[in-house]
């Protein structure tokens, strides 16, 4: 398009040069002038460009992903003479932004900017940077963005379209779908080396070798596996976790507290009863914990053969942990539950 | 992002996927207002749970305690039943007898067909009025046991000149079936700890909120009996443990079959049972009784679940039961290497058992391989990709609070149940400890399966309880019953006519325990007995308020309340299905989205395109691809689909957070995932990345089908004067297309609050109206042909022949 625009113009003006009459000789002189000036204009962007994709590179050599503020983001991204292809990230990773997906996402976006950091396609046109929300605040200004983490894309020429946005929401930030979205803009295919990930294998290896090593040190006595209290322990445990709702901590991944931003009140418990903070789930293990250990006691001051008062303590200890917690567990429930009507 | 919330819906119905699902639905909105079936049953249920412990306090003290016992067990668990059924009649005594939710309408079309046509009639049904250019064979892909229980139900009650509908066999089968549960829970604690736990478990579940929601008056759906052959199953799983007779393995594989043909649930019990086999090998508790058990029911129970036509092949192939089948395996080898051990010498019998063991090893390791491989990956990758699993609102992990508010006070207690089950281990102990930590696992995973950790959560707690009570209750020196240890001392104890002790059993503790039980004193006693039946006073009072407030609405009915406290019924829903009925043709089609399927097939009677039986995806995605296209080109679809009228759901004139705007984003990626290349999910979002229906939305929806149908005329109504007009109550939003205009539907039917709306496709019209201006063409010639031809002269002419002319330039600037 441009390459047609070009002589069209050209041609233009060589017919308003030739209709020129002559007595404004100087205009002519003064248009030559700007001509002469025009192309040093050329030169030196193109001299501007060289030293940016200069700059780019010897910054991607030191850093994958290389940080922006205000200033960097407009003479790098926003100022016209580009010739790359530029991904940016926005994001707020200060730690009392409070943004866990952020921080996902950050972990993401350097396994793909090192996948490509170290990839044999290297070349310098695609870089990939980020601008974090504390230190170019102007830049989610300018952009009208009120939401992060967010992925951009500016292609060398033009402004960036609708499709230069990364879907984030509807496609999620895994490496591989940036990946397809960046081969989808810029042409450049990425692929997505991940480091492997020893430390679950390494975990089960170190549980294993642990529970083998207490095995073997214990061989000649191997009754604790006949231990009813571990067993029951365990089992405890595993019904405690699942009644306080770890698995929907697992699977939705909710924050471990809400620190309201404007009086800096930290809420444990998640005001909505379709939801739950990770604080909450462990508050709740522990009331539940409470209350089971209260029915036990009480059971066992009934069974234990022992001197009475003691007895009698751990009766009123036990029928006090069962009172307490439970009415303490209804009111949290009472708070999350509106509209419930018992205390 | 639009987070998925399940607001308290038990059914299978979409989820609202729209920011606004957190708004109330009105449907839930009662808040506290007991009718008069609240305060009885309330009552009812308060006054079964106090005397629940009183056998183990009055048995001492009668002269003849073995008959006072048994009628006052039986006087309790009379009342447990009844306190069960009635407390579930909230919806009946509220609105009237009437089908709830979706599947159950599913399930009461099936049985008016067995009951209207005979039972091979239903096992042969082609169901031409489901998934239209398709059709469904019913008969082969249902679980039949529920339609069959009402049905038989039904027969005995017409044969004995009891004249019945079937409508009301099918909404009052769940209650009554909850008194069988609550019978046979007892009976399965009874066979774990005692007597008095059993009572007390019959009592909770009889009211438990968690088994409640998917059983009340209406409800008709197969966990509603299925609970009660789950709870039989394991009581004669058991027994058939316990004893080892092959009489009572029998009756666990008939139940077995009646649990198989009720619910797709049976596998819980198929890996459950071989899995209380593989840990009792472990302990080493191996036993003749247990080889009896395992290898009559796994043989029998095999061959009977497969005479189901559903589930077919499925027990042979599947990777669900293959762990049912190693364990057998497993079995059958320690049980040979048993026998070997007495035959062979100590040398030889090392040798095989390491080789056996090796052998044991692998088949155990090869088949967890296949296992992983074959059957959960399968589990994980369809709940992370496929849309349709992730819409439905039930498959969500569960909240504390769920827990809490289904089971309340039960869920902090079951654990001390837990941990004395396991302290005092026995065989069947084994067995309910496994089964309360998988079930506790599935709940946590799944919301729906709550209903099956109910059952042990009930039995587990009033263990807990009833051990409580065992010690405070009672007088002091009258404690003859000490807790009992063994299973053998508990069977003889019920049998009347086994009177001697056995040959070396002395009873212990007695004298024990009476010595060291003197203390504590009767003022911290009497103050423990009161605050545990506060406790569970508090549990009852809870179960009620749940039970009217959140799992009592049918959902096909709608009720609001005024600010005095009168009620309006929104029947919205039922008025437009007899609509349906009364004034469409009988083999009209209907398209909808699928929640509606089973209601418009079983109260309207009409043809549908898909249903909540989901089986085939695609067929779902183009009917979401329909709704979100635009006019045009959900026209070309439905034309091919043969559709003769689209129902929508409009929750926007009252304010019901349920309805198809809200469902829509699921709508557009069910079919984004058959047909990304025309529908993405973006184009319905602004740029800011919000799912808006003003002004601000993205044109993509504001001239979708859905869009257009839901709010059509709707920016003419003024509902309030402090609103403008097309003012969307549920998204609390002035509409952004206000001219909506059809080209090829009309309006046909819209419901008094305009829940339901209804529109009519136009058939093409016979001639093709153009909607350009038709071609001009010269029809008249500019000049006659004359011929030239005469008879001097006869040369040749040609016709059109193209004359030069020159000197003139046609320019259309001239003109």
């Given at each position: 398009?441009?390459?047609?625009?070009?002589?069209?113009?050209?041609?233009?003006?060589?017919?308003?040069?030739?209709?020129?009459?002559?007595?404004?000789?100087?205009?002519?002189?003064?248009?030559?002038?700007?001509?002469?000036?025009?192309?040093?204009?050329?030169?030196?962007?193109?001299?501007?460009?060289?030293?940016?994709?200069?700059?780019?590179?010897?910054?991607?050599?030191?850093?994958?992903?290389?940080?922006?503020?205000?200033?960097?983001?407009?003479?790098?991204?926003?100022?016209?003479?580009?010739?790359?292809?530029?991904?940016?990230?926005?994001?707020?990773?200060?730690?009392?932004?409070?943004?866990?997906?952020?921080?996902?996402?950050?972990?993401?976006?350097?396994?793909?900017?090192?996948?490509?950091?170290?990839?044999?396609?290297?070349?310098?046109?695609?870089?990939?940077?980020?601008?974090?929300?504390?230190?170019?605040?102007?830049?989610?200004?300018?952009?009208?963005?009120?939401?992060?983490p967010t992925f951009m894309h500016f292609p060398p020429k033009g402004r960036p379209k609708r499709a230069d946005t990364f879907d984030l929401q509807r496609i999620g930030f895994a490496a591989e779908q940036l990946a397809k979205w960046i081969a989808?803009?810029?042409?450049?295919?990425?692929?997505?080396?991940?480091?492997?990930?020893?430390?679950?294998?390494?975990?089960?290896?170190?549980?294993?070798?642990?529970?083998?090593?207490?095995?073997?040190?214990?061989?000649?006595?191997?009754?604790?596996?006949?231990?009813?209290?571990?067993?029951?322990?365990?089992?405890?445990?595993?019904?405690?976790?699942?009644?306080?709702?770890?698995?929907?901590?697992?699977?939705?991944?909710?924050?471990?507290?809400?620190?309201?931003?404007?009086?800096?009140?930290?809420?444990?418990?998640?005001?909505?009863?379709?939801?739950?903070?990770?604080?909450?789930?462990?508050?709740?293990?522990?009331?539940?914990?409470?209350?089971?250990?209260?029915?036990?006691?009480?059971?066992?001051?009934?069974?234990?053969?022992?001197?009475?008062?003691?007895?009698?303590?751990?009766?009123?200890?036990?029928?006090?942990?069962?009172?307490?917690?439970?009415?303490?567990?209804?009111?949290?429930?009472?708070?999350?539950?509106?509209?419930?009507?018992?205390? | 992002?639009?987070?998925?919330?399940?607001?308290?819906?038990?059914?299978?119905?979409?989820?609202?996927?729209?920011?606004?699902?957190?708004?109330?639905?009105?449907?839930?909105?009662?808040?506290?207002?007991?009718?008069?079936?609240?305060?009885?049953?309330?009552?009812?249920?308060?006054?079964?749970?106090?005397?629940?412990?009183?056998?183990?306090?009055?048995?001492?003290?009668?002269?003849?305690?073995?008959?006072?016992?048994?009628?006052?067990?039986?006087?309790?668990?009379?009342?447990?039943?009844?306190?069960?059924?009635?407390?579930?009649?909230?919806?009946?005594?509220?609105?009237?007898?009437?089908?709830?939710?979706?599947?159950?309408?599913?399930?009461?079309?099936?049985?008016?067909?067995?009951?209207?046509?005979?039972?091979?009639?239903?096992?042969?049904?082609?169901?031409?009025?489901?998934?239209?250019?398709?059709?469904?064979?019913?008969?082969?892909?249902?679980?039949?046991?529920?339609?069959?229980?009402?049905?038989?139900?039904?027969?005995?009650?017409?044969?004995?000149?009891?004249?019945?509908?079937?409508?009301?066999?099918?909404?009052?089968?769940?209650?009554?079936?909850?008194?069988?549960?609550?019978?046979?829970?007892?009976?399965?604690?009874?066979?774990?700890?005692?007597?008095?736990?059993?009572?007390?478990?019959?009592?909770?579940?009889?009211?438990?909120?968690?088994?409640?929601?998917?059983?009340?008056?209406?409800?008709?759906?197969?966990?509603?009996?299925?609970?009660?052959?789950?709870?039989?199953?394991?009581?004669l799983w058991v027994k058939s443990v316990k004893t080892g007779s092959v009489f009572w393995t029998m009756c666990c594989c008939l139940s077995y079959f009646y649990m198989v043909s009720a619910w797709g649930g049976y596998v819980f019990i198929i890996?459950?049972?071989?899995?209380?086999?593989?840990?009792?090998?472990?302990?080493?508790?191996?036993?003749?009784?247990?080889?009896?058990?395992?290898?009559?029911?796994?043989i029998v129970g095999l061959i009977l679940s497969m005479q189901i036509p559903f589930v077919g092949f499925q027990p042979i192939r599947t990777s669900e039961h293959m762990a049912a089948a190693g364990v057998f395996a497993l079995l059958q080898a320690?049980?040979?290497?048993?026998?070997?051990?007495?035959?062979?010498?100590?040398?030889?019998?090392?040798?095989?058992?390491?080789?056996?063991?090796?052998?044991?090893?692998?088949?155990?390791?090869?088949?967890?391989?296949?296992?992983?491989?074959?059957?959960?990956?399968?589990?994980?990758?369809?709940?992370?990709?496929?849309?349709?699993?992730?819409?439905?609102?039930?498959?969500?992990?569960?909240?504390?609070?769920?827990?809490?508010?289904?089971?309340?006070?039960?869920?902090?207690?079951?654990?001390?149940?837990?941990?004395?089950?396991?302290?005092?281990?026995?065989?069947?102990?084994?067995?309910?400890?496994?089964?309360?930590?998988?079930?506790?696992?599935?709940?946590?995973?799944?919301?729906?399966?709550?209903?099956?950790?109910?059952?042990?959560?009930?039995?587990?707690?009033?263990?807990?309880?009833?051990?409580?009570?065992?010690?405070?209750?009672?007088?002091?020196?009258?404690?003859?019953?000490?807790?009992?240890?063994?299973?053998?001392?508990?069977?003889?104890?019920?049998?009347?006519?086994?009177?001697?002790?056995?040959?070396?059993?002395?009873?212990?503790?007695?004298?024990?325990?009476?010595?060291?039980?003197?203390?504590?004193?009767?003022?911290?006693?009497?103050?423990?007995?009161?605050?545990?039946?506060?406790?569970?006073?508090?549990?009852?009072?809870?179960?009620?308020?749940?039970?009217?407030?959140?799992?009592?609405?049918?959902?096909?009915?709608?009720?609001?309340?005024?600010?005095?406290?009168?009620?309006?019924?929104?029947?919205?829903?039922?008025?437009?299905?007899?609509?349906?009925?009364?004034?469409?043709?009988?083999?009209?089609?209907?398209?909808?989205?699928?929640?509606?399927?089973?209601?418009?097939?079983?109260?309207?009677?009409?043809?549908?395109?898909?249903?909540?039986?989901?089986?085939?995806?695609?067929?779902?995605?183009?009917?979401?691809?329909?709704?979100?296209?635009?006019?045009?080109?959900?026209?070309?679809?439905?034309?091919?689909?043969?559709?003769?009228?689209?129902?929508?759901?409009?929750?926007?004139?009252?304010?019901?957070?349920?309805?198809?705007?809200?469902?829509?984003?699921?709508?557009?990626?069910?079919?984004?995932?058959?047909?990304?290349?025309?529908?993405?999910?973006?184009?319905?979002?602004?740029?800011?990345?919000?799912?808006?229906?003003?002004?601000?939305?993205?044109?993509?929806?504001?001239?979708?089908?859905?869009?257009?149908?839901?709010?059509?005329?709707?920016?003419?109504?003024?509902?309030?004067?402090?609103?403008?007009?097309?003012?969307?109550?549920?998204?609390?939003?002035?509409?952004?297309?206000?001219?909506?205009?059809?080209?090829?539907?009309?309006?046909?039917?819209?419901?008094?609050?305009?829940?339901?709306?209804?529109?009519?496709?136009?058939?093409?019209?016979?001639?093709?109206?153009?909607?350009?201006?038709?071609?001009?063409?010269?029809?008249?010639?500019?000049?006659?042909?004359?011929?030239?031809?005469?008879?001097?002269?006869?040369?040749?002419?040609?016709?059109?022949?193209?004359?030069?002319?020159?000197?003139?330039?046609?320019?259309?600037?001239?003109?």
């Amino acid at each position: 398009m441009g390459a047609r625009g070009a002589p069209s113009r050209r041609r233009q003006a060589g017919r308003r040069l030739r209709y020129l009459p002559t007595g404004s000789f100087p205009f002519l002189l003064l248009l030559l002038l700007l001509c002469i000036q025009l192309g040093g204009g050329q030169k030196k962007k193109e001299n501007l460009l060289a030293e940016k994709v200069e700059q780019l590179m010897e910054w991607s050599s030191r850093r994958s992903i290389f940080r922006m503020n205000g200033d960097k983001f407009r003479k790098f991204i926003k100022a016209p003479p580009r010739n790359y292809s530029m991904i940016v990230m926005f994001t707020a990773l200060q730690p009392q932004r409070q943004c866990s997906v952020c921080r996902q996402a950050n972990e993401e976006y350097q396994i793909l900017a090192n996948s490509w950091r170290y990839s044999s396609a290297f070349c310098n046109k695609l870089f990939f940077s980020m601008v974090d929300y504390d230190e170019g605040t102007d830049v989610f200004q300018q952009l009208n963005m009120n939401s992060a983490p967010t992925f951009m894309h500016f292609p060398p020429k033009g402004r960036p379209k609708r499709a230069d946005t990364f879907d984030l929401q509807r496609i999620g930030f895994a490496a591989e779908q940036l990946a397809k979205w960046i081969a989808d803009r810029t042409d450049v295919h990425i692929r997505v080396f991940r480091p492997p990930n020893y430390s679950g294998t390494i975990a089960l290896a170190l549980l294993v070798s642990l529970v083998g090593g207490l095995l073997y040190l214990r061989r000649n006595n191997l009754e604790f596996i006949y231990n009813k209290t571990g067993w029951a322990m365990v089992s405890l445990c595993i019904v405690f976790a699942m009644t306080s709702g770890q698995m929907w901590n697992h699977i939705r991944g909710p924050p471990y507290a809400h620190k309201n931003p404007h009086n800096g009140q930290v809420s444990y418990i998640h005001g909505s009863s379709q939801a739950q903070f990770v604080a909450e789930s462990h508050i709740i293990l522990v009331l539940n914990a409470a209350i089971t250990m209260g029915m036990v006691l009480l059971n066992e001051a009934a069974t234990s053969k022992g001197d009475v008062g003691k007895r009698r303590i751990i009766c009123l200890v036990g029928l006090g942990l069962v009172v307490f917690f439970f009415s303490f567990l209804l009111s949290i429930f009472r708070s999350k539950y509106h509209g419930y009507p018992y205390r | 992002m639009a987070e998925p919330s399940a607001p308290e819906s038990k059914h299978k119905s979409s989820l609202n996927s729209s920011p606004w699902s957190g708004l109330m639905a009105l449907g839930n909105s009662r808040h506290g207002h007991h009718g008069p079936g609240a305060q009885c049953a309330h009552k009812a249920a308060g006054g079964a749970a106090p005397p629940k412990p009183a056998p183990a306090g009055l048995s001492g003290g009668l002269s003849q305690p073995a008959g006072w016992q048994s009628l006052l067990s039986f006087t309790i668990l009379f009342l447990a039943w009844l306190a069960g059924f009635s407390s579930r009649l909230f919806a009946v005594i509220r609105f009237e007898s009437i089908i709830h939710e979706f599947d159950p309408w599913f399930n009461y079309r099936s049985t008016h067909h067995l009951a209207s046509h005979g039972f091979y009639e239903f096992l042969n049904w082609f169901d031409e009025r489901a998934w239209y250019p398709l059709g469904r064979i019913v008969g082969g892909t249902v679980y039949p046991g529920l339609m069959i229980t009402a049905g038989l139900i039904h027969w005995i009650l017409n044969t004995l000149n009891i004249t019945v509908h079937i409508r009301d066999v099918c909404v009052f089968l769940a209650p009554t079936f909850s008194g069988l549960t609550s019978i046979s829970t007892f009976l399965l604690t009874r066979e774990l700890w005692n007597q008095g736990a059993g009572l007390l478990a019959a009592c909770f579940i009889a009211i438990v909120p968690g088994y409640i929601s998917r059983s009340v008056a209406g409800s008709f759906d197969n966990e509603g009996i299925a609970i009660f052959a789950l709870q039989f199953t394991y009581y004669l799983w058991v027994k058939s443990v316990k004893t080892g007779s092959v009489f009572w393995t029998m009756c666990c594989c008939l139940s077995y079959f009646y649990m198989v043909s009720a619910w797709g649930g049976y596998v819980f019990i198929i890996n459950l049972i071989p899995l209380h086999v593989f840990v009792l090998l472990l302990m080493q508790r191996y036993s003749k009784r247990v080889y009896i058990a395992y290898s009559t029911f796994y043989i029998v129970g095999l061959i009977l679940s497969m005479q189901i036509p559903f589930v077919g092949f499925q027990p042979i192939r599947t990777s669900e039961h293959m762990a049912a089948a190693g364990v057998f395996a497993l079995l059958q080898a320690y049980a040979f290497l048993q026998y070997l051990r007495d035959r062979l010498t100590k040398q030889e019998f090392q040798t095989l058992f390491f080789l056996g063991v090796s052998l044991a090893a692998g088949a155990v390791f090869l088949s967890v391989i296949y296992l992983t491989y074959t059957g959960r990956c399968y589990h994980l990758y369809a709940k992370i990709h496929i849309p349709i699993i992730a819409s439905v609102s039930e498959h969500q992990p569960t909240t504390w609070v769920s827990f809490f508010f289904d089971l309340h006070i039960l869920v902090c207690t079951f654990p001390a149940g837990l941990w004395f089950c396991i302290k005092n281990i026995n065989d069947e102990r084994v067995f309910v400890a496994l089964y309360a930590i998988s079930a506790v696992y599935f709940a946590g995973v799944m919301v729906r399966l709550m209903l099956t950790l109910t059952p042990v959560v009930c039995m587990l707690s009033a263990i807990a309880f009833s051990n409580v009570f065992e010690h405070y209750l009672g007088d002091d020196m009258k404690r003859e019953n000490p807790p009992v240890e063994d299973s053998s001392d508990e069977d003889d104890k019920r049998n009347p006519g086994n009177l001697y002790d056995k040959a070396g059993k002395v009873r212990k503790h007695v004298t024990e325990q009476e010595k060291t039980e003197e203390g504590l004193g009767p003022n911290i006693k009497s103050i423990v007995t009161m605050l545990m039946l506060m406790l569970l006073m508090m549990f009852a009072v809870h179960c009620t308020w749940v039970t009217s407030n959140a799992y009592s609405s049918p959902s096909v009915v709608l009720a609001s309340y005024n600010h005095d406290g009168t009620r309006n019924i929104l029947d919205d829903f039922r008025e437009a299905y007899f609509w349906l009925r009364q004034n469409t043709d009988e083999h009209a089609r209907v398209m909808s989205w699928w929640d509606y399927g089973y209601q418009i097939a079983g109260m309207a009677n009409r043809t549908t395109l898909v249903d909540n039986n989901t089986w085939n995806n695609s067929h779902i995605a183009l009917v979401g691809k329909a709704m979100s296209s635009n006019e045009t080109a959900a026209y070309k679809i439905m034309r091919t689909l043969d559709v003769d009228y689209v129902l929508v759901i409009f929750g926007g004139v009252i304010g019901y957070s349920g309805d198809d705007i809200n469902k829509f984003l699921w709508m557009v990626r069910i079919a984004e995932g058959e047909h990304p290349k025309d529908i993405r999910e973006s184009d319905y979002f602004t740029p800011q990345g919000e799912f808006r229906v003003d002004k601000a939305g993205s044109p993509t929806l504001l001239n979708c089908l859905m869009y257009k149908m839901s709010y059509y005329r709707f920016g003419e109504m003024q509902l309030d004067f402090r609103t403008p007009p097309g003012f969307d109550r549920t998204r609390n939003a002035e509409i952004g297309n206000k001219d909506i205009k059809f080209k090829h539907l009309e309006e046909a039917f819209t419901s008094e609050h305009w829940l339901v709306r209804i529109y009519k496709v136009k058939a093409p019209d016979n001639r093709e109206t153009l909607d350009h201006k038709p071609r001009v063409t010269n029809i008249f010639p500019k000049q006659k042909y004359l011929s030239k031809k005469t008879t001097k002269r006869k040369r040749g002419y040609i016709k059109n022949k193209l004359v030069f002319k020159k000197g003139k330039k046609i320019s259309k600037k001239t003109v």
